[in-house]
């Protein structure tokens, strides 16, 4: 373990001893621009005691180099010219800290990212970009100040939003580990989506079979407190200390009396469609979304009951667990941090006209044709066209509807799942009638995943499964509601004209529709295309920009089960380490006012994504902003719109800013 040296007091005002470390990063640099050139031109700016290069400084070797200037009192403050600060800023300020000195008197100037790879073909150019990038760090490092870094005591407990497959997985292992987790589903059961499959591909596994189990298990689990028919409302506070409210909505029956008999459905008399069976089943106003579902007490749907009373009577409901006058529920918790596993939407394909999705009857989404094989499903898994419910002897699937086609009314991703679940549905139906015909039109076969590529080659080789590239056209009916589907097959340039008994599009994954609720509750970000926003895409891909916030599964993007689960356990790992430590670290990066210039103008205030500013009255001042140092991120934006300049950045002054600007040094 490196010994970290006893920080040597510096206060900002002793005359800056500046070193410069300029990295060859192998020939990303170096292989661009004169490195040496770079260290002489730095050597001729004001304060500049030290001036080096070096292969790697990021090694063993470099840093080495770097704390033994530290350490022989030759620097005092240190400028490295390398790679982004995002990949190694914290590799240098560690080795500030351990050769004694203030790891926030560093500065470190962007010169491949921002040079030498954008400018590769240009060295002339890249060289000049380069020595700016360094003078400009140069006159920041001059006047950059000591700053201490702050430690909150971390919550030993975890929200967890979502209770599909991710959610619950991550619920888990979090409580395992020993920490409390409040997992919120906004339905009355968990399981997500997943519930709602037949089998998962490739191996053909039984979806609910796997499924169950983890349900059940969720629902035992010591440390999980299962918050079933609930939503978040409110989070305040910051890592280590979110305040969180949670509505839990009535049941208007009594979760402890009812002990799921079933007797009150048969007695019910209103009967409407079933949102699990996506319109091709019914349920009743008092019901369980599906017969596996966790809890497996009953709902009871108020928008759709007559409260006629029935199924209150003594003779249906023994235990007496209807309560008509059931209230919703607020409650208060405290978690050090939050895991986001909100799932997805399946994409609408009724907007797509020419599909003619909600106009023809035998035209159905896969998640309905998931429903349909499912063993518990409408039809018990004996598949039925919907117009005279006849099994079909020949069914099209049509791919990437919803999904890189945003031209269409689509979205530009790839769902990533389509390709291999009509596969996986054609599969089956073939299975089980192997004199059907199966054409599935695809742009192009995208199988990624393990066991994908043969799964797929199984389906054309061993099933007799039709692939037909190119893009249906336009679709119609006959007289007997039989489909008429209009194509091109582009491998062999040839128009195609079928008849089939059943269309399935193959929709792709969307972003819930409540996201930017999540968003706005959460003050973290999304991406272009809707997801949840990760703060890495490759080095922290279930973080956020949110310190303690933590995002997995198919609301950080679309993905199947597998990267999913393997996403909870990232999410999971991330949240159990940070709630081992019993304290965090907060960076000193945040505002600070300027009280003498302040005239509480509230501007700030509402300014604030993250909600760390609030007036108050000083007896000295009268009304002035205050900032919640814990919640603020620095992200500058009260700064840049204070009339008064009375809010500074700590690290980001306004006099390090116009040091930069200006170049004066």
């Given at each position: 373990?490196?010994?970290?040296?006893?920080?040597?007091?510096?206060?900002?005002?002793?005359?800056?001893?500046?070193?410069?470390?300029v990295?060859?990063?192998?020939?990303n640099i170096?292989?661009v621009?004169?490195?040496?050139?770079?260290?002489?031109?730095?050597?001729?700016?004001?304060?500049?005691?030290v001036?080096?290069?070096?292969?790697f400084?990021c090694?063993?070797?470099?840093?080495?180099?770097?704390?033994?200037?530290?350490?022989?009192?030759?620097?005092?403050?240190?400028?490295v010219?390398?790679?982004?600060p995002?990949?190694?800023?914290?590799?240098?300020?560690?080795?500030?800290?351990?050769?004694?000195?203030?790891?926030?008197?560093?500065?470190?100037?962007?010169?491949r990212?921002?040079?030498?790879?954008?400018?590769m073909k240009?060295p002339?150019?890249?060289?000049?970009?380069a020595k700016d990038?360094?003078?400009m760090?140069?006159?920041?490092?001059?006047?950059?100040?000591?700053?201490?870094?702050?430690?909150?005591?971390?919550e030993?407990?975890?929200?967890?939003?979502?209770g599909?497959?991710?959610?619950?997985?991550a619920?888990?292992?979090?409580?395992?580990?020993g920490y409390?987790?409040?997992l919120?589903?906004?339905?009355?059961t968990?399981g997500g989506?997943?519930?709602?499959?037949?089998?998962t591909?490739?191996?053909?596994?039984?979806?609910?079979?796997?499924?169950?189990?983890k349900?059940?298990?969720?629902?035992?689990?010591?440390n999980?407190?299962?918050?079933?028919?609930?939503?978040v409302?409110?989070?305040?506070?910051?890592?280590g200390n979110?305040?969180?409210t949670?509505?839990?909505?009535?049941?208007?029956?009594?979760?402890?009396k009812?002990?799921?008999?079933?007797?009150?459905?048969d007695?019910?008399?209103?009967t409407?469609?079933?949102?699990?069976?996506?319109?091709?089943?019914?349920?009743?106003?008092?019901?369980?979304?599906?017969p596996?579902?966790?809890p497996?007490?009953?709902?009871?749907?108020?928008e759709?009951?007559?409260?006629?009373?029935?199924?209150?009577?003594?003779?249906?409901c023994e235990?007496?667990?209807?309560?008509?006058?059931?209230?919703?529920?607020?409650i208060?918790?405290?978690?050090?941090?939050?895991i986001?596993?909100?799932?997805y939407?399946?994409?609408d394909?009724?907007?797509?006209?020419?599909?003619?999705?909600?106009?023809?009857p035998n035209?159905?989404t896969?998640?309905?044709?998931?429903?349909?094989?499912?063993?518990?499903g409408p039809?018990i898994?004996?598949p039925v066209?919907p117009?005279?419910l006849?099994?079909?002897h020949?069914?099209?699937f049509?791919?990437c509807?919803?999904?890189r086609?945003?031209?269409?009314?689509?979205?530009?991703?790839?769902?990533?799942?389509?390709?291999m679940?009509a596969t996986?549905?054609?599969?089956q139906?073939?299975?089980?009638?192997?004199?059907?015909?199966?054409?599935?039109?695809?742009?192009d076969?995208?199988a990624?995943?393990?066991g994908?590529e043969?799964?797929?080659?199984?389906a054309?080789?061993?099933?007799?499964?039709?692939?037909?590239?190119?893009?249906?056209?336009?679709?119609?009916e006959?007289?007997?509601?039989?489909?008429?589907?209009?194509?091109?097959?582009?491998?062999?340039?040839?128009?195609?004209?079928?008849?089939?008994?059943?269309?399935?599009?193959?929709?792709?994954?969307?972003?819930r529709?409540d996201?930017?609720m999540?968003?706005?509750?959460?003050?973290i970000?999304?991406?272009?295309d809707?997801?949840?926003?990760e703060?890495h895409?490759?080095?922290r891909?279930?973080?956020?920009?949110?310190?303690?916030?933590?995002?997995?599964?198919?609301?950080?993007?679309?993905?199947?089960?597998p990267?999913?689960?393997?996403?909870?356990?990232?999410?999971?790992?991330?949240?159990?380490?940070?709630?081992?430590?019993?304290?965090?670290?907060?960076?000193?990066y945040f505002?600070v006012?300027?009280?003498?210039?302040?005239?509480g103008c509230n501007?700030?205030?509402?300014?604030?994504?993250?909600?760390?500013i609030e007036l108050m009255?000083d007896k000295?001042?009268?009304?002035?902003?205050t900032?919640?140092?814990?919640?603020?991120?620095?992200?500058?934006?009260c700064?840049g719109n204070?009339?008064?300049s009375?809010?500074?950045?700590?690290?980001?002054?306004?006099?390090?800013?116009?040091?930069?600007i200006?170049?004066?040094?």
């Open positions: 373990m490196t010994e970290i040296k006893k920080e040597i007091k510096l206060t900002g005002n002793e005359r800056p001893k500046i070193g410069v470390y990295c060859h990063c192998g020939v170096g292989g621009v004169s490195v040496p050139d770079l260290i002489e031109n730095a050597k001729t700016l004001p304060n500049v005691e001036g080096r290069e070096y292969k400084f090694s063993d070797v470099g840093q080495k180099m770097i704390k033994e200037d530290i350490e022989a009192g030759l620097v005092n403050r240190v400028v010219a390398a790679c982004s995002r990949m190694h800023e914290p590799t240098f300020r560690i080795a500030c800290k351990e050769a004694g000195l203030n790891q926030f008197l560093f500065e470190m100037a962007n010169i990212e921002h040079s030498t790879w954008v400018h240009e002339e150019g890249a060289y000049e970009i990038h360094i003078r760090a140069i006159a920041k490092a001059r006047e950059l100040v000591p700053l201490e870094v702050q430690k909150v005591n971390v030993p407990s975890c929200l967890i939003i979502g599909g497959i991710t959610g619950m997985n619920a888990l292992d979090i409580a395992t580990s409390k987790v409040y919120v589903e906004r339905t009355p968990i989506h997943m519930a709602q499959l037949d089998k591909f490739p191996t053909m596994d039984c979806s609910s079979c796997i499924l169950t189990p349900m059940s298990e969720v629902s035992r689990k010591k999980i407190e299962l918050l079933t028919y609930s939503e409302t409110e989070v305040t506070g910051y890592v979110f305040e969180v949670i509505l839990k909505k009535p049941h208007y029956v009594d979760q402890e009812c002990t799921a008999c079933g007797i009150c459905i007695s019910c008399p209103i409407v469609g079933n949102e699990f069976e996506i319109g091709l089943g019914t349920r009743k106003a008092i019901y369980v979304p599906f596996q579902a966790v497996g007490q009953y709902t009871i749907d108020l759709n009951c007559i409260k006629c009373g029935i199924c209150a009577r003594k003779d249906v235990p007496e667990a209807i309560n008509f006058d059931d209230e919703p529920e607020y208060k918790v405290k978690v050090g941090t939050i986001v596993a909100t799932g939407d399946s994409y394909p009724t907007a797509l006209k020419q599909y003619g999705y909600g106009k023809y035209v159905i896969g998640l309905q044709m998931e429903r349909l094989l499912s063993s518990f039809v898994g004996k066209r117009s005279d006849k099994e079909p020949s069914i099209a049509l791919q509807v919803g999904s086609n945003f031209r269409e009314g689509g979205n530009k991703y790839c769902s990533r799942v389509c390709c679940y996986k549905q054609a599969r139906y073939k299975e089980k009638h192997p004199e059907a015909d199966i054409y599935i039109f695809y742009i076969i995208r990624f995943g393990k994908y043969e799964f797929y080659e199984s054309a080789e061993n099933y007799g499964i039709n692939y037909i590239r190119g893009r249906i056209a336009e679709v119609s006959d007289e007997n509601h039989n489909i008429i589907i209009r194509s091109e097959d582009t491998l062999l340039q040839q128009p195609i004209e079928m008849k089939v008994d059943l269309f399935v599009l193959s929709t792709g994954i969307e972003p529709a996201a930017e999540i968003t706005s509750l959460l003050r970000q999304r991406s272009a809707g997801f949840f926003l703060a895409p490759k080095l891909p279930v973080d956020t920009l949110t310190e303690g916030i933590f995002i997995a599964g198919v609301a950080q993007g679309p993905k199947d089960i990267d999913s689960v393997g996403q909870a356990k990232a999410a999971a790992a991330s949240a159990i380490a940070l709630m081992a430590q019993g304290e965090v670290e907060i960076e000193p505002a006012v300027r009280p003498e210039r302040c005239i501007m700030c205030v509402e300014n604030c994504a993250y909600g760390a009255n000295r001042f009268g009304t002035i902003a900032i919640n140092e814990a919640l603020c991120k620095g992200c500058g934006a700064a204070c009339r008064c009375a809010i500074d950045i700590k690290g980001f002054t306004g006099e390090q800013i116009y040091s930069i200006t170049g004066r040094l």
